[in-house]
């Protein structure tokens, strides 16, 4: 009989290592508590199960009322978040302390009267058993756990006919491992002595859980790696599943189509868009040819941009998202563009430069959303970005001076303006493909193992591919190409040495050889959570060790004449 405990333990602990794996930061913390709680309840389910004393047998019960009176309740609290109803910080409190009083007296067995009257223990083929007669806090216990369920069962209810930001299926799911603790508390003792049903139960609420965060990671539109940028600001976002299934929108959204607050999120929208066809117009078309991607919008006075793109859980497609930007200024000046090219050249000119801006702002603001997951290189896009624009600062002052080496690094075209201005745009651009590292890498407060290393060298060439994929179709195809290269290539050195492609000499990139510079000497300069800042003496032996080796040897002589300016820039920091 100690088998079927031992199994329903081991499942639990497997089945929580399982969750640890798809985790992710905008789980809710109630889920995690539970996966937490469940393995220990059923260790104490084992523990006692193996008792051969009754002291041991009254430690292992208290073990397993960990979960009888706290997993109740931390299911309540996951029920509520799920269907988006905010619980009150004083009721959460109240729910909570009433838990620890039934736990507080579940600790009184085998000393009080309360709990167990009586208590007593016996060996049955093999297994543990405490033989009770329950107190007036048993029956306080279990009053408090069929509260707990008539509440989550009342939430569940009114979010099944009255909300619509939460899916049905979801609710179902959740029904059911309220409705088997429930069977399991109460019908429970009705089951052959030596079985208890609680640890299955508990089991059986794992399972469904993680099908629960599994879905979730469809329904929460903020959690797809676009959190910052779709609440930040006019963009709107919209996602359908592979079937036309609504997934859901943000607010945005849904001030351009007032009529998506009346879809049920997992419900087919065809049914609801029949008369509002123009959406499901553009998703036909985009379905038939990927290239129908962009659509324009006029909605009260105002012209929007529509781009649809694949919506991805991790690298995988799992539908279809749109994203929605007021674009009726940029269409507004276009039309102007072709009646008054002459007049109006000049404020043509300022509007452009205002959405150059704006591009730059939108990619420095990817590149910092990115970076805020890496918790080891906190402002390392902004100073990398400064030590770039620095750098050359110094290569644009002895263009004409030594034109020999700038022909030899820049090649027949020399060094250019536009070139310039271009390296320095992409420097904030070099680290996106961290995006697709696991956070668990990511956000490692060490240094990495072998396999942890080779999964971080991956973001050189996913960064290319994101940095290709956002500028593509971009009428600017030199600032294309160079921070694709910026973005592929920064991690390889003059030696042949290093990552993705092991290129060597030449081979680099001009604009990643610059990178690469001001990427380790931010590295050397600054606190990481693994070591400490490196003295301006100490990082700039190591820089001058490295060139010729890690560095091109030709750009030395720009590092030295920019060394002062760096020192006196990290210093005020």
Avoid at 169 to 178: F, N, S, V, Y
Avoid at 452 to 462: D, G, L, V
Wanted: glycine share 6%.
């Amino acid at each position: 009989m100690t088998a079927y405990y031992e199994v329903l333990f081991g499942l639990s602990v497997l089945l929580t290592l399982i969750y640890v794996v798809l985790w992710h930061k905008h789980f809710d913390t109630h889920i995690s508590l539970i996966f937490a709680f469940i393995p220990v309840a059923n260790l104490g389910y084992v523990m006692l199960a193996h008792s051969r004393s009754l002291e041991a047998a009254i430690d292992a019960a208290k073990l397993t009322y960990i979960g009888g009176c706290f997993l109740v309740l931390f299911i309540t609290q996951s029920i509520f978040s799920l269907c988006h109803i905010e619980l009150k910080r004083w009721m959460s409190a109240v729910m909570m302390a009433v838990c620890l009083i039934s736990y507080s007296f579940a600790l009184t067995m085998g000393s009080k009267p309360w709990f167990y009257k009586t208590i007593n223990f016996e060996i049955d083929r093999g297994l543990g058993r405490v033989i009770k007669t329950y107190g007036p806090a048993h029956t306080f216990v279990y009053v408090v756990i069929a509260c707990f369920i008539v509440i989550s069962f009342i939430a569940m209810v009114y979010s099944l006919i009255r909300k619509n930001d939460v899916s049905n299926k979801t609710i179902i799911l959740l029904m059911l491992p309220a409705t088997v603790s429930f069977l399991s508390y109460f019908v429970g003792r009705f089951l052959p002595d030596g079985i208890d049903a609680m640890p299955l139960s508990y089991v059986f609420a794992q399972v469904i859980y993680l099908i629960i965060v599994r879905r979730l990671c469809l329904y929460d539109v903020t959690d797809l790696g676009v959190d910052s940028l779709v609440n930040k600001g006019d963009t709107g976002f919209m996602s359908f599943d592979f079937d036309d299934n609504f997934l859901g929108s943000n607010e945005a959204a849904n001030k351009v189509f007032p009529f998506l607050k009346d879809l049920q999120v997992d419900s087919y929208a065809g049914k609801k868009l029949q008369v509002k066809n123009t959406i499901l117009k553009w998703l036909d078309d985009f379905k038939k040819d990927e290239t129908h991607d962009r659509y324009y919008y006029e909605a009260d006075d105002k012209i929007y941009l529509i781009t649809i793109s694949y919506l991805y859980d991790g690298k995988h497609r799992v539908g279809y998202q749109f994203f929605i930007t007021d674009d009726t200024d940029s269409r507004k000046y276009m039309k102007l563009l072709g009646s008054y090219n002459d007049q109006l050249s000049e404020e043509v000119k300022e509007k452009t430069e205002n959405i150059v801006m704006m591009h730059n702002k939108l990619i420095l603001g990817m590149a910092t959303m990115v970076e805020s997951r890496d918790n080891s290189t906190g402002g390392h896009i902004r100073r990398t970005s400064d030590v770039v624009r620095i750098l050359v600062d110094e290569i644009r002052k002895d263009a004409s001076s030594d034109k020999k080496n700038i022909l030899l690094l820049f090649g027949r075209e020399g060094l250019t303006d536009e070139f310039c201005d271009d390296v320095i745009r992409a420097a904030p651009m070099h680290d996106l493909g961290k995006i697709a590292v696991d956070d668990a890498v990511l956000r490692k407060p060490g240094k990495f193992t072998p396999e942890e290393y080779n999964e971080m060298k991956k973001h050189a060439a996913e960064g290319a591919r994101i940095v290709d994929s956002i500028l593509e179709g971009t009428d600017n195809s030199s600032f294309h190409k160079v921070a694709v290269n910026v973005a592929h290539y920064h991690h390889e050195r003059w030696d042949g040495s290093g990552y993705p492609e092991g290129l060597s000499g030449d081979n680099i990139p001009i604009e990643a050889r610059i990178m690469a510079i001001a990427d380790v000497y931010d590295a050397l300069v600054s606190k990481r959570v693994y070591k400490d800042e490196f003295s301006f003496e100490d990082a700039d032996r190591i820089m001058m060790e490295s060139m010729g080796k890690h560095f091109d040897k030709r750009l030395e002589k720009y590092y030295v004449a920019a060394r002062p300016r760096l020192e006196e820039y990290y210093s005020n920091i």
